[in-house]
């Protein structure tokens, strides 16, 4: 057995307890076993509708509303909504409150938009005052990532909704890691997109992203120059008609999301969020009386980041690596050594949830932290 074929193995022993990619279900697992098809058939653009209904129906969407599937990161969807629904030269506000905050930020200033940034110190929530006061009157749409990832903060998404409307202005909403997670009601919200991913809360392999959109937004699409062609919305919206993506997709990822969807339509997503909920408060719970403490205010049932008062991060996260066998997932930037961070998504058993759990009271017993 090669080295290479080793050390796979010995990471597939692992607790995967990080906020992406995370560990699948069997059903997910199934599928990638197996050949990817060829898809250029009836079969699979049924599949594709079959997802597209699925995920549309899960987000709540408006009427006549639309899904895309892109064979991107949850990045390339960002950008693609960037490039495809901002109208060009258009000036923006996007909130700012971590590392992907600033990522949106920075696809706006690259395509060329102004931007006017609602920033929010790190894991603090969102106030009336701060959208007044930051949010000018040129401003059209609005860019928030629902989850700050970084810091593990729910946004109050009601009041930017509500804020957006009075305002008529567009709310795109990156919900990479919210979705399932966190409620999610795209029509309530009067969002015009919402996007997300295929490693996290669906708990597939990584590769795919998601981008709902609402008919205004599809109209955006409709009246904007193409500016890049393989992330081209047109070109994906014309070939989502019959089933099809314009390019080759990730095709193995396809399948593992229906099979996913098909699996939540059965247990309800309902349950699956009060699941990962559970799980978020059995953590917190056990470092409660620790030196830690959650760095967001309203923390997301996703991820629960917290503060090092030790500066000892990374010596955490490795311990857990070598003395737990549990991947737990480190911050990056000037924030390494202060912050790490604990995933709750993805397939993790009672049983693995409640080994995390012994693994941070022992850590805590033996001084770590």
């Not at 990962?276 to 996703?302: C, D, G, K, Q, Y």
């Not at 998504?345 to 033996?366: C, F, H, P, W």
Request: with cysteine; glycine share 6%; proline share 4%.
């Amino acid at each position: 057995m090669s080295w290479c074929m080793v050390r796979l193995e010995e990471a597939n022993k692992m607790l995967n307890f990080t906020v992406g990619p995370v560990m699948s279900p069997d059903e997910v697992l199934y599928v990638a076993g197996q050949d990817a098809p060829y898809f250029r058939t009836p079969e699979f653009s049924d599949v594709v509708l079959r997802c597209e209904r699925a995920m549309l129906d899960l987000l709540h969407a408006p009427e006549d509303s639309r899904c895309v599937f892109l064979t991107a990161s949850g990045t390339g969807a960002m950008e693609a909504v960037v490039m495809d629904v901002l109208r060009p030269g258009e000036h923006v506000a996007v909130v700012n409150g971590g590392s992907f905050g600033q990522r949106f930020v920075d696809l706006c200033h690259l395509h060329g938009h102004g931007v006017d940034e609602v920033r929010l110190e790190f894991g603090k929530q969102i106030t009336p005052e701060m959208l007044e006061s930051c949010v000018g009157d040129a401003v059209t749409a609005l860019l928030v990532n629902m989850h700050e990832t970084s810091s593990g903060l729910l946004y109050d998404m009601p009041l930017i909704s509500d804020f957006c409307r009075s305002r008529g202005i567009a709310l795109l909403v990156d919900a990479v890691s919210a979705f399932i997670a966190d409620e999610l009601d795209m029509e309530q919200l009067s969002a015009d997109v919402v996007l997300t991913g295929s490693q996290k809360g669906l708990a597939c392999h990584p590769g795919m992203s998601i981008v709902a959109l609402s008919p205004a937004a599809q109209e955006r699409v409709d009246s904007n120059p193409e500016t890049c062609k393989y992330l081209s919305f047109k070109e994906a919206l014309s070939n989502a008609s019959r089933g099809q993506t314009p390019w080759t997709p990730a095709v193995s990822i396809v399948l593992e999301i229906d099979a996913r969807l098909r699996s939540i339509s059965e247990t309800g997503i309902d349950a699956e969020r009060r699941e990962i909920s559970s799980r978020a408060f059995a953590v917190r719970e056990a470092l409660s009386s620790t030196s830690l403490r959650l760095v967001a205010e309203s923390p997301s049932n996703a991820v629960s980041a917290f503060y090092c008062p030790k500066h000892n991060a990374k010596l955490i996260v490795d311990r857990a690596k070598l003395h737990y066998g549990m991947w737990l997932c480190p911050n990056g930037g000037k924030l390494a050594d202060d912050v790490f961070r604990i995933g709750h998504i993805g397939y993790i058993t009672e049983e693995q949830n409640a080994n995390l759990v012994r693994a941070l009271k022992q850590m805590s017993s033996d001084g770590v932290f």
